[in-house]
DNA sequence: TGTTAGCACTCACATCATCCGAGTGCTAAT
DNA sequence: ATTAGCACTCGGATGATGTGAGTGCTAACA
C-alpha cells in the first residue's frame, strides 16, 4: 500500500521527531543520508502520507509530525529493533543476582531502573496473591489488648495486621485458635481460605473454644482486611522533562490519575499478556490522551504474576522500550521460577 | 515597635494575600471593614512597614505582599488562632476510634487526609524503631534454599525479609540458630541488637553450631540489611493548584526533592520537638526556597517517634495548618500511648 | 503634628502592527 | 516521474502604544 520511498519518508521522520520533539521539514528530510531524492519529492510524497493519516502538521505551513496512525504504524510495521547497551542489560540482570531477594525490593528497584534508563515514568502492579499457598500464620500477642497476625505465603510474602484483642477472649483459647488454623490452612491457597475455614474450621474451633463468637471476630480481623494490589511508581518527574508537559494542567491530571491506585491498577491489570503498545487516545483515559503507555506482563510458571508498565509522551522511543521491558520481564519471570517453582 | 495601627494593616495584608495571593493595594486595605483611617495614610504606613522589612513590592508601582520577616512576625505574634471546623476535628478523630489499628495505615490514613483538610502536601515521617525492643525473631524456610526472616517489635512493628539460605547449611543448625537468637535477644531493644549479638550470641552459636561461618552469614543477611525509615507522602499534586507554582521547573526541582528520601528525611528527623515553622529561605534546601514547611512531633510518653510535616507555599494558611497538626499529632501521641505503653 | 485629598508618575500587562524565516503547495521545466 | 523555482502561509519574536492599578509626594486641613 504505501512505496519503499513512502517507508523510508515515514521512518525519517518518526525516528527524527522521537529524538528532537520538532517538526521535521521536507528539507531537513533531504539531507539524511539514505535519501536521495529532492525536497520537492519529498514535499508531494508527505503530502500523500498526511492524506492517508500517518502525518500532520502543527499548522499549515510548518512541518510534519507523525499522527497516532503513524505511530501505530510504526510500532506494527516499521520499527527497528533495539540493541539494549551491553551496560543497560547488566544493570537490569544484576538486580536479580544480589542476594537482595526480598520481593517488594526486586520489584521496586526494577521500577527506579526502568525510568532510570528510559527517563520515562515507570509503574508495576505487584503480583496478585490468587495462586499463592498460606505457608504459615502466626498470632502473636503484644500485651493485653492488641496483637499482631502475620501470614506468610509458599512465595515469600509477608502479610501482617495489627488489631486489638476482643475483650474476653481467653488466652488459651487464642493458643488453640492458631494451632487450629494453622492445620487446617497450611498449604490452602489464599483464594480459597475463606471458603476453607467455612468448611472445616468453624465446627473444631465451635468444639475447643469457649465462646465462639470472640473467635470469629478474631479471626476476620486478622485475615480479612482488604489487601489492595502494591503498585510501584517511579520516575514522575521524567514526565515533566518532556516538553510536551510543559503545561501544568496536563501534568496534574495525569498525576492525580497515576496516584489514585484504583485508576490505574486496572488500566494495568486488563492488558494482555506479552507486550502491549497503547498509543495516544487508544488509552481510554482522559488525563493519558496523549500519552503512551507499553506494558509487559511477568509470570511464575504458566501463572501470570503482575505487570511492567511505561508511561510517556506518545513520542516515545518505542524500540528501546520494549526491548527494555522484554529484556525485564524475562529476567522476573526466570528469576522468580527459580526462587519459588519448587517450593 | 510596631504601632497599633502598623500591626493591624500587616495582619490584614497578610490574612488576604494568603487567600488571594495577589499584591494588595492602601485602596482595598481602607475598604477593609475595621480600618478606619484613609488610603494616604496607609500608604504612609505601608512605606514604614516596607522600610522595617515586613513588606515587599513586586515593582515600583504594585501593591504590597508580605515579606519572609513579615510572616515570621506574623506566625510568631500576629497570627489569631484557629478554631477547626466539629467536621475536620472529627475526620481526625475517627481514623483512630475504627479497629483499623495497623500502625502504618494509621499514619498512611492520616497523611492522606492532612493533605485533604488542607490543598497541601503532607509528609509524615514514620516511627523510628530506636526504642522498641525485639518481640520475636522468627525464620521460616520456604524451600530449599531460600526462607523468610521475621521480626516483631513491642509496638507491633514488623519487619520482614527474604534470603537465599547458604549453600550447606545444615537445617538442624537452622533451627538451632533461630532458638538461640530468640532466647538471647527477646526483650532487647533494636539499637542494641548489633552489640548483644556480639557479646552474648557469637559465643553460644561457635560451640552449637557446626558450620559458624554460614551462620553469622545467615544472620547478617536476615537482620541488617538497611531499613530506611518509612516515609509517607500524600497530596503531591495538591503544590500544583498553587498560582506560585505555575512554572513546571520550580515543581520538578520540589517534586525532585521530596521523592529522595535522603533529602527530605533528614529535614524532617532534624525538626525540634513540637510545632516547628520553617519560612522560605529559613529552610536550606534549595528547592524550598519559596515554600514554607511547618513540622509537629508526634511521641509514645516521653520517647519521641516521628514527625508529621505539611509542606506548602511561603504563602500558607499558618493558623488553620497548625491548629491541624497540634490536632493530630497530640492524637496520635495519644492513640499509641493506649495501644503500646503498657506492653 | 498627624491625617488626608489631589496629582503626577511608574510599571506590568494586554493589544496591535510589523518583520522574519522555515516550510508548504503549485507550476513549469527537465 | 522528478525537481527547481516562486508565491504564499503562519508562528514567533520584536517593538510601539494604551490602560489601569497603585505609588510617593506635596499641600491643605483639623
Redo the contacts with the bound molecule.
Sequence with gaps: MLTE?QLLILQVIIDDFIHTA????????SKKDDV????????????DL?EMGYLE????????IPSEKGYRFYVDHLMSPFYLSVGDVKRIHNMFGDRMMEFERVVNKSAQVLSDLTNYTSIILGPEVFETELKQLQILPLNAHSAVAILVTNTGHVEHRSFSIPVGLDPQDLEKIVNILNEKLKGVPILQLNKKIESEVVDLLKKHTKDYQKAEQYIQAALFNEQPTKLYVSGKTNIMMQPEFKDIEKVRSLFSMIEEETQIAPILRSQAHGINVMIGKENEHEAMRDCSLITASYSLGQQHMGTIALLGPTRMEYSKVISLLNELSNQMSKTFKVWYQNS
Excluded: L
Design positions: 520511498r520538532q517538526p521535521i521539514g521536507s528539507r531537513a528530510i536521495t531524492f529532492s525536497s520537492a519529492t519529498i514535499r508531494n510524497e508527505m503530502a498526511e502538521k502543527t499548522h499549515s505551513s510548518s512541518g510534519r
